[in-house]
Protein backbone atom coordinates (compact mmCIF):
# COMPACT_ATOMS: atom_id res chain seq x y z
CA UNK A 1 0.00 0.00 0.00
CA UNK A 2 1.82 3.77 -1.13
CA UNK A 3 2.57 5.90 1.98
CA UNK A 4 0.57 9.17 2.27
CA UNK A 5 1.48 11.81 0.83
CA UNK A 6 1.39 13.61 4.00
CA UNK A 7 3.66 11.52 5.54
CA UNK A 8 6.41 11.64 2.74
CA UNK A 9 9.57 13.40 3.12
CA UNK A 10 10.46 15.91 0.46
CA UNK A 11 13.22 13.82 -0.61
CA UNK A 12 10.41 11.04 -1.53
CA UNK A 13 7.83 13.31 -3.12
CA UNK A 14 10.44 14.71 -5.27
CA UNK A 15 11.06 10.74 -6.04
CA UNK A 16 7.77 10.44 -7.41
CA UNK A 17 7.04 13.61 -8.77
CA UNK A 18 10.19 14.20 -10.57
CA UNK A 19 10.04 17.13 -13.26
CA UNK A 20 9.21 15.92 -16.46
CA UNK A 21 8.87 18.52 -19.69
CA UNK A 22 7.15 17.50 -22.62
CA UNK A 23 5.91 19.31 -25.90
CA UNK A 24 3.37 21.79 -25.38
CA UNK A 25 -0.10 19.89 -25.30
CA UNK A 26 -2.97 22.07 -27.03
CA UNK A 27 -5.79 20.26 -24.10
CA UNK A 28 -3.37 22.53 -21.96
CA UNK A 29 -5.73 25.52 -22.36
CA UNK A 30 -8.96 23.88 -21.95
CA UNK A 31 -7.40 21.83 -18.94
CA UNK A 32 -6.82 25.51 -17.47
CA UNK A 33 -10.71 27.18 -18.45
CA UNK A 34 -12.09 23.90 -16.95
CA UNK A 35 -10.56 24.52 -13.90
CA UNK A 36 -10.51 28.11 -14.03
CA UNK A 37 -14.65 27.26 -14.28
CA UNK A 38 -14.45 25.39 -11.18
CA UNK A 39 -12.12 27.85 -8.99
CA UNK A 40 -14.98 30.44 -10.28
CA UNK A 41 -17.79 28.84 -8.87
CA UNK A 42 -16.06 27.98 -5.31
CA UNK A 43 -14.67 31.62 -4.87
CA UNK A 44 -18.16 33.45 -6.66
CA UNK A 45 -18.21 35.23 -3.29
CA UNK A 46 -14.74 36.53 -3.52
CA UNK A 47 -14.74 38.27 -6.38
CA UNK A 48 -11.59 36.91 -7.95
CA UNK A 49 -9.83 37.36 -11.44
CA UNK A 50 -8.41 33.77 -11.99
CA UNK A 51 -5.93 34.18 -15.32
CA UNK A 52 -4.01 30.59 -16.72
CA UNK A 53 -0.32 31.25 -16.42
CA UNK A 54 3.51 29.26 -16.81
CA UNK A 55 4.92 27.47 -18.86
CA UNK A 56 1.45 25.13 -20.13
CA UNK A 57 0.12 29.13 -21.10
CA UNK A 58 2.99 30.01 -23.88
CA UNK A 59 2.58 28.05 -27.16
CA UNK A 60 5.89 25.80 -28.87
CA UNK A 61 7.53 25.19 -25.75
CA UNK A 62 8.16 21.98 -23.40
CA UNK A 63 6.75 22.94 -20.00
CA UNK A 64 5.71 20.35 -17.25
CA UNK A 65 2.74 18.99 -17.39
CA UNK A 66 1.29 21.25 -14.74
CA UNK A 67 -1.39 23.91 -14.88
CA UNK A 68 -0.55 26.82 -13.04
CA UNK A 69 -3.48 29.13 -12.12
CA UNK A 70 -3.76 32.50 -10.53
CA UNK A 71 -5.88 33.45 -8.47
CA UNK A 72 -6.21 37.17 -8.12
CA UNK A 73 -8.22 38.54 -4.84
CA UNK A 74 -9.42 42.04 -3.57
CA UNK A 75 -7.10 42.51 -0.19
CA UNK A 76 -10.06 42.72 1.94
CA UNK A 77 -10.84 39.08 2.00
CA UNK A 78 -10.00 36.61 4.72
CA UNK A 79 -7.26 35.04 3.45
CA UNK A 80 -8.00 31.74 6.10
CA UNK A 81 -11.56 31.36 4.99
CA UNK A 82 -9.84 30.93 1.22
CA UNK A 83 -7.77 27.95 2.68
CA UNK A 84 -10.42 26.29 4.55
CA UNK A 85 -12.81 26.62 1.57
CA UNK A 86 -9.89 25.48 -1.00
CA UNK A 87 -8.47 22.69 1.41
CA UNK A 88 -12.66 21.50 1.18
CA UNK A 89 -12.97 20.91 -1.97
CA UNK A 90 -9.79 18.89 -2.14
CA UNK A 91 -6.86 21.22 -2.85
CA UNK A 92 -4.28 20.76 -0.86
CA UNK A 93 -2.32 24.01 0.65
CA UNK A 94 1.79 23.71 -0.23
CA UNK A 95 2.21 27.37 1.32
CA UNK A 96 1.03 30.92 2.85
CA UNK A 97 1.72 34.25 3.98
CA UNK A 98 0.47 37.41 4.41
CA UNK A 99 -0.26 38.11 0.78
CA UNK A 100 0.35 34.58 -1.07
CA UNK A 101 -0.62 31.14 -0.54
CA UNK A 102 -0.77 28.26 -3.27
CA UNK A 103 -2.63 24.95 -3.69
CA UNK A 104 -1.94 21.55 -5.54
CA UNK A 105 -4.45 19.47 -7.45
CA UNK A 106 -3.61 15.93 -8.69
CA UNK A 107 -0.93 14.57 -6.73
CA UNK A 108 -1.82 10.94 -5.79
CA UNK A 109 0.07 8.05 -3.86
CA UNK A 110 0.77 6.69 -6.99
CA UNK A 111 2.36 9.66 -8.88
CA UNK A 112 1.06 12.34 -10.63
CA UNK A 113 -2.80 12.27 -12.04
CA UNK A 114 -3.72 13.39 -15.83
CA UNK A 115 -4.28 16.69 -15.20
CA UNK A 116 -2.17 18.20 -12.44
CA UNK A 117 -2.65 21.81 -10.83
CA UNK A 118 -0.69 25.10 -9.28
CA UNK A 119 -3.34 26.84 -7.90
CA UNK A 120 -1.49 30.41 -6.59
CA UNK A 121 -3.59 32.72 -4.84
CA UNK A 122 -2.18 36.51 -4.42
CA UNK A 123 -3.60 39.64 -3.17
CA UNK A 124 -4.63 41.90 -6.26
CA UNK A 125 -2.27 43.63 -8.45
CA UNK A 126 0.76 40.95 -7.54
CA UNK A 127 0.57 39.81 -10.98
CA UNK A 128 4.33 39.21 -11.87
CA UNK A 129 3.66 35.73 -13.43
CA UNK A 130 0.64 37.73 -16.04
CA UNK A 131 3.63 39.82 -17.42
CA UNK A 132 5.85 37.22 -17.60
CA UNK A 133 3.69 34.87 -19.56
CA UNK A 134 2.51 37.68 -21.61
CA UNK A 135 6.43 38.57 -22.45
CA UNK A 136 7.29 35.28 -23.28
CA UNK A 137 4.05 34.77 -25.52
CA UNK A 138 4.77 38.08 -27.50
CA UNK A 139 8.73 37.61 -27.53
CA UNK A 140 9.17 34.02 -29.10
CA UNK A 141 12.84 34.32 -28.90
CA UNK A 142 12.94 35.04 -25.50
CA UNK A 143 10.13 32.00 -24.51
CA UNK A 144 12.81 29.55 -26.48
CA UNK A 145 15.65 31.43 -24.72
CA UNK A 146 13.77 29.96 -21.43
CA UNK A 147 12.69 26.66 -22.55
CA UNK A 148 16.59 26.16 -23.52
CA UNK A 149 17.28 27.20 -20.33
CA UNK A 150 14.48 24.57 -18.45
CA UNK A 151 15.80 21.72 -20.64
CA UNK A 152 19.47 22.60 -19.50
CA UNK A 153 18.86 22.21 -15.85
CA UNK A 154 16.35 19.19 -16.22
CA UNK A 155 19.15 16.91 -15.59
CA UNK A 156 20.91 18.49 -12.88
CA UNK A 157 17.48 18.93 -11.28
CA UNK A 158 15.10 16.18 -11.79
CA UNK A 159 14.52 15.21 -8.22
CA UNK A 160 15.34 18.66 -6.84
CA UNK A 161 11.99 21.21 -7.68
CA UNK A 162 13.28 23.89 -5.51
CA UNK A 163 16.74 24.09 -6.75
CA UNK A 164 15.38 23.53 -10.41
CA UNK A 165 13.42 27.01 -9.70
CA UNK A 166 15.94 28.68 -8.14
CA UNK A 167 18.11 28.28 -10.66
CA UNK A 168 15.61 29.59 -13.29
CA UNK A 169 15.46 32.39 -11.04
CA UNK A 170 17.79 35.26 -12.56
CA UNK A 171 15.85 34.55 -16.04
CA UNK A 172 12.56 35.26 -14.44
CA UNK A 173 13.78 38.08 -12.72
CA UNK A 174 15.50 39.86 -15.60
CA UNK A 175 11.67 39.62 -17.85
CA UNK A 176 10.34 40.73 -14.99
CA UNK A 177 12.09 43.56 -14.74
CA UNK A 178 12.01 44.23 -18.39
CA UNK A 179 7.99 44.19 -17.72
CA UNK A 180 8.22 46.54 -15.08
CA UNK A 181 10.31 49.02 -16.67
CA UNK A 182 7.71 49.26 -19.78
CA UNK A 183 4.88 49.45 -17.56
CA UNK A 184 6.81 52.51 -15.40
CA UNK A 185 7.60 54.37 -19.20
CA UNK A 186 3.58 53.70 -20.02
CA UNK A 187 1.48 57.19 -19.83
Known amino acids: MPKALKDMTL ?6 FPIV ?10 WAKE ?3 ILSDLLQEVNATITHIGSTA ?19 RDMMAI ?3 MESSGYICMSVSDSRMSFNKG ?22 EIFFRDYLISHPDAAKEYEHLKLSLLPLY ?3 RDAYTAA ?4 VRAIRDICRSVILQDP
Not at 21 to 30: A, E, Q
Not at 58 to 76: F, H, R
Not at 118 to 126: C, K, N, Q, S, T
Open 35 to 37: EIA
Open 107 to 128: YTPEGYAEKVFHIHIHMAGDRD
Open 58 to 76: IPNIQAKPIIDILVEIPSD
Open 21 to 30: LVPHDPRWTD
Open 83 to 85: RRL
Open 168 to 171: KTDF
Open 11 to 16: EELWEL
Open 158 to 160: KHD
